[in-house]
């Protein structure tokens, strides 16, 4: 499953979290997958894209994490995956 993790770095400072991840890497535990990420241009917030099929898995990492940030996870699905359900809905005259 996806996630997009919504992480607001604390004081809009990404150095020790970039500090952080230069000395002991994402430290994600095993099975929660990091595929992609962008940082809002202030430093405001960091936009990842995670797949996992345990949610606790996030709870383990964000441990690793909380003084830094605050984070807000949210499920999602793919855009194609979406138009696929929506257009059999509507094939079926829903």
Partial sequence: MLFMVIERFNNRDPKEVYR????????TPEGLKYVDSWI?????????LMECDNPVLFQEWILQWHDLGEFEIIPVVSSKQTAEVVNKVLEEGQ
């Fill in 40 to 48: 809002e241009v202030n430093f405001d917030r960091c936009f990842q």
């Fill in 20 to 27: 952080r991840f230069r000395e002991k890497g994402r430290m």
